[in-house]
Structure formats: C-alpha cells, structure tokens
C-alpha cells in the first residue's frame, strides 16, 4: 500500500514511542508485532532489510547475549557451582532490548520507503518550518558524503604501502586518529560548497515555496492514521492500569 | 580584454572597477567589464588567478563573511547585485560550478530540477513545463526519473546546468564546467551555453580549454593581483 509520507510518519512516531514507554516483554511484544503489520502495509521486503543491516543485527545480537549473562536476578537458569551464569532476569533484560531494537529498527525501515524527498513534503504539510526539514535530508544525504571522504583517505595511505589490516589495534587507532581531522575538513569544504550552491539556487529566497509534488491524504491513509492512534491510545491506558508504564 | 559596451546591445552585466582581496593579498584590482545579449565572455588564467573568486563575486555569493573584501559595483540590468532580493539575483544570475557533486543535493533529477523554482514560488505547472523545456535543452529527457546519486560524472554536470536553467537566469556563469566530463558531453555543454546566449541570455565562461573559449565572442585573461585600471 502506497501511503502517504504523513502517516508514515505517524507511524514512526507511535512505534518508537511505545517501544521506549513499554517495559515488559509481553506489551514489547505486542508493539514488535504492530511494527511488522506496519512494514507489511508499507510493503517492506524484510528478507532485503535483514540482508542490508545483517552487520547491525549482528551486533544487537551481541548485546543481547552479553545482557543476559552479565544481568543477574530471579531464577537461576544456568550456573557453574556458585557462578550464575544465565539468570531469568537477564534473559528478560535481551529480550526486551531485543525487541525495543527491533520496533526502532522497523521505524528506520519505514522511513526508508520514502520516494525522494518526500519525507520532507511531508514534514512540509506538517508545518515544520523548512529549513529544519530541509536540514534532516541533507544530514542523511551526506552520511555517505563523509563515508566516501574517509574511506579514500584510508586507501591512500594503503596506495603508500601500509596494509592497514596488519597493524596493531592501538596503531590503528592512531591512524584514525590521524584521518578524523583532514576528513572532517573535506567534509566542511563539500558542506561549503552546498551551502553556495543552495545560496544561488534561491534557498529561503521567501518565507514559503511551491511543492512540486502535491500531497493528498487518501482514505487508506486516514484509516491507517485513525488506527495507529486508536491503538496507540488503549495500549497506553491499559499499560498505565497496569503500572507498566515506564515513564509517567 | 577588454569588454567594452557596444552601443545599442542590450547590456546585461556592467560590472565597474571592482577589486577582491582575501586580507592583504589582492587577487584583482578595478576590473571593468561589460557583458550584452547574446556574448560569450570566456575566461581564463592560471591557476589561483581568481577566475573562480570573480564569478563568486558575479554571483553575489562572496562576501566579508567569508573574508574576502570586495569593492566596487557589479550592475544587472542597471540594478546593483548588492541590493538584489534573493529571488531578483538568482533570476539575473545563475551559476555552475565545477563539481557536479557539490552541487545535486535532490535524490532524483525531477526533484533536483524542480528545487530552485519551488524555491521561487514559481507555481507547480510551470515549474513542470521548465522541467521538461531544461531537460530537452540539455538532451537529458532520459534522465528525468534517475537518481542523482546513480549518475555519470558527465550526467550529473548536465543535471547541474538543467537545474540552474529551470530558474531561467538571464546570465549563466559557467566555472570550469567542462573540466570533469567526456569530449562528447564537454561539445554538447559548448552548444548549450551557445544556445543559452542566442536565445537572448549572455554567458561567463571561465575554462583552460581552448576549445572552450573557441565559443566566446571575447575573453579576458586574469592574472593575479593584477591592477586593470587602465584597460578600457
């Protein structure tokens, strides 16, 4: 379902927010379970986005596994004579940050659906002012930006014969150490240049611009934003009656 | 040089004894010029000559924020560039620069051409009738839907034009624009800029390629530091 980038970022909104207010596993699980449905009605292909962040999932793993035997508490699971090793505490503490991770991790998964520019349309109709929106997308484009810039100054000191792989750590920290600043300034002069080349091209040359892409909500995106609120509603008010509500 | 007025051509650019320094170093001094309908003023010079800072200083886009002191006046149209509104200087005067990449900062060509419109409060169908009329100029009909990240150096150079062209300036300033793409794409950028000047635009083009220049209807060398007070 093509929806509008408004109710993807509703979307986005609601899920992160209850992944961060829910603290049990059960109600973590339910929010998991709404930020799939999401993804399947913004037609996210999950076997493409596992391939792309395996890196990331990998180290959310790890976390998980070092929580759950560096947390202790509640039933003892696994122990080797009087060291606990595997607690029912801990293996509640990953699951969760499992889970929360997953919610948050579906949310960046949504925003990437957006076509373009038109997260900042949308940010646009919800009246942020533009230069806030238009500042987001350019952070995001030149991620990349500051990436390439460090990546080539990586392989031209490789081009002088040193084989980064086999040094030390610690000498590899110090080589970093050493590129951060010449990659920082590359990055500041390209940022210049944008910043000229967005002055000629009439960037705030008034308080308000015409879109060319015209944004409409259409009724599955009202429905999809009714729901999400509803849901988002009753999931509260039945956590705060419950008292598991992690803030308020 | 140097770019004298013609009489009864319509003259675009008039730029009066204008002289640029960074602190106590002179890049140039009382540099006059003229620019009409219809001319080519090619631009050249060795490197640090401020062929560069002068189309800055053409474009409005240097000042003493960034260290620079700049006297002297620059006219379009008989208006001073320094008392332009934002939307006045950026439909008298249009620029490219030298690297493409600094310059696309839309995730596809559609939206990258349609940026300075929208920023001009130009509404949204002729802002999509100067999309395909920038697009057709440049013979980059193809690319309308690309993603500006996916292009050739060539492309994105030519998408860089298009989009400058969608805000129909009246002078376009070319910096080294033909520098980083293929022979092919570097005589189809000759022959818009030619175009540009024939359909009443005037054009600034600085470039070390003699064939280039070979389009200009004038030139003029920089050299740096240099005092044109008494060129004429």
Redesign the interface.
Same mark, same amino acid.
């Given at each position: 379902m093509k929806l509008d980038p408004r109710s993807r970022l509703l979307l986005i909104v609601l899920l992160t927010t209850l992944a961060v207010l829910s603290e049990d596993v059960g109600n973590l699980m339910i929010v998991a379970g709404a930020a799939i449905g999401a993804g399947i009605l913004c037609r996210i292909s999950f076997l493409d986005a596992a391939k792309r962040l395996k890196h990331f999932l990998s180290l959310i793993l790890f976390i998980a596994v070092v929580q759950s035997l560096t947390v202790k508490g509640g039933d003892i699971l696994v122990h080797i004579g009087k060291v606990q090793l595997l607690t029912s505490r801990g293996i509640g503490f990953a699951l969760e940050f499992v889970l929360r991770m997953s919610v948050i991790l579906m949310a960046g998964l949504i925003a990437s659906t957006a076509?373009?520019?038109e997260m900042t349309d949308g940010l646009l109709k919800l009246r942020m002012p533009y230069e806030l929106a238009f500042m987001s997308a350019?952070a995001l484009?030149y991620l990349?930006?500051f990436r390439d810039e460090f990546a080539n100054r990586i392989k031209a000191i490789a081009l002088r014969g040193i084989d980064i792989k086999k040094l030390s750590l610690w000498t590899k920290l110090k080589l970093y150490g050493y590129l951060i600043t010449p990659a920082i300034l590359g990055a500041m002069q390209?940022s210049e240049?944008?910043a000229?080349?967005?002055?000629?091209?009439?960037?705030?040359?008034?308080k308000?611009?015409?879109?060319?892409r015209?944004l409409k909500l259409s009724y599955k995106d009202w429905i999809v934003m009714i729901t999400a609120l509803v849901f988002t509603a009753v999931f509260l008010i039945r956590m705060y009656t419950c008292g598991a509500l992690l803030v308020l | 040089m140097q770019a004298s007025d013609r009489g009864g051509c319509g003259v675009k650019l008039r730029v009066k004894q204008i002289s640029l320094s960074y602190g106590d170093t002179a890049i140039f001094q009382n540099l006059s010029l003229s620019l009409c309908e219809g001319e080519i003023l090619g631009i050249k010079g060795d490197n640090g000559s401020g062929k560069s800072s002068l189309c800055?200083c053409l474009?409005g886009?240097i000042g003493e924020e960034d260290g620079v002191r700049l006297c002297g006046e620059i006219l379009y149209d008989g208006k001073p560039l320094q008392k332009m *509104?934002?939307?006045e200087r950026?439909t008298a005067v249009?620029?490219v620069?030298q690297?493409p990449?600094?310059?696309l900062? *839309?995730?596809?060509v559609?939206?990258e051409l349609?940026?300075?419109?929208?920023?001009?409060?130009?509404?949204?169908q002729e802002?999509?009738a100067r999309?395909e009329e920038a697009l057709r100029l440049c013979g980059i009909e193809h690319l309308k839907n690309a993603k500006t990240?996916l292009l050739s150096g060539g492309e994105k150079q030519l998408v860089a034009i298009a *989009?400058?062209l969608t805000?129909h300036p009246k002078i376009l300033i070319a910096d080294e624009i033909t520098a980083r793409v293929d022979i092919e794409k570097k005589e189809r950028i000759r022959n818009i800029l030619k175009s540009f000047a024939s359909n009443g635009g005037a054009v600034v083009l600085v470039s070390h390629n003699s064939r280039d220049l070979a389009v200009a209807t004038k030139t003029l060398e920089l050299e740096r530091g240099k005092d044109y007070a008494d060129r004429t």
């Open positions: 076509e373009g520019s350019i484009r990349p930006v390209k240049e944008l000229r080349a967005l002055n000629a091209r009439g960037f705030r040359a008034f308000k611009r015409t879109m060319l015209e | 800055l474009s886009l *509104s934002i939307a950026c249009g620029i620069f690297n990449d600094s310059q900062f *839309s995730p596809t559609t939206e349609a940026f300075g419109p929208e920023n001009l409060c130009i509404p949204r802002i999509a999309i990240h *989009s400058v805000m």
